[in-house]
Each structure stands twice: as structure tokens, then as C-alpha cells.
């Protein structure tokens, strides 16, 4: 069964940091696009950053451009996305995705985990 499980959110003031993690199972990641997406309450949903499992590229929303990196571990199945400098507007919650095209478009994203909640708060 393909699943995605994201974990790693919580509560974290202004100016602190988190790691998402995005576990995969019941197939590989090779050759695919795996984006991390953010939804805040009354927004839509936006693409915040995804990676190439077949060659390492990366794309990032020019809002997190210096702040987050998204990374993977072929090994591990896994991607993760490391935030600094968090500020109260990144908060929503979290989701990874598995789609084919290196792109921050959520309709070109096939599967989608449950999601995992960042609050940025003091």
C-alpha cells in the first residue's frame, strides 16, 4: 500500500526551527518529484519546496529562499525539509507529495501524505 507519512511539526517560536520528515512506503522514490506543500487556515494550499530523486535539483518558493532546504535519503526512502528563521506566515500544515514534474504545481502531484501541523508562535 503507497503511503506518505509526514512527521516533525510543532510548536516553535519566531526565529526557531523544525524538521519535516516525509516517509515513504509500499514504493520507491527513484525517479520522481517529492514537494513539500504548506495550507495555513482560509489560504490555498502552496508549494513550498520539492526535490528530483533522480538527480538532486531542487526548487524553492522564493519565501523560504534562504530559510528552508529540502533534502533526501534514497536510503531511508525519505526527504526532509529543514526550516530556520521560521516566522508566524510559515505556519499551516505541512504535506509531502509524489508526483513526476519538478514543479511547486499541487495538481501535478499524484500522492499526498496526511500532513503534519507547524505553529509559529511565541
Known amino acids: 500500500q503507497l503511503q506518505l507519512v509526514e512527521s516533525g511539526g510543532g510548536l516553535v517560536q519566531p526565529g526557531g526551527s523544525l524538521r519535516l520528515s516525509c516517509a515513504a512506503s509500499?514504493?520507491?522514490?527513484?525517479?520522481?518529484?517529492i514537494g513539500w506543500f504548506r495550507q495555513a487556515p482560509g489560504k490555498e494550499r502552496e508549494g513550498v519546496s520539492c526535490i528530483s530523486s533522480s538527480d538532486g535539483s531542487r526548487v524553492y518558493a522564493e519565501s523560504v529562499i534562504g530559510r528552508f532546504t529540502i533534502s533526501m535519503d534514497n536510503a531511508k526512502n525519505a526527504v526532509y525539509l529543514q526550516m530556520a528563521s521560521l516566522k508566524p506566515e510559515d505556519a499551516g500544515n505541512y504535506y509531502c507529495?509524489?508526483?513526476?514534474?519538478?514543479?511547486?504545481?499541487?495538481?501535478?502531484?499524484?500522492?499526498w501524505g496526511q500532513g503534519t501541523q507547524v505553529t509559529v508562535s511565541s
Open positions: 507529495a509524489v508526483g513526476e514534474l519538478l514543479v511547486l504545481d499541487d495538481m501535478e502531484y499524484e500522492y
Open positions: 509500499g514504493f520507491t522514490l527513484d525517479a520522481h518529484a
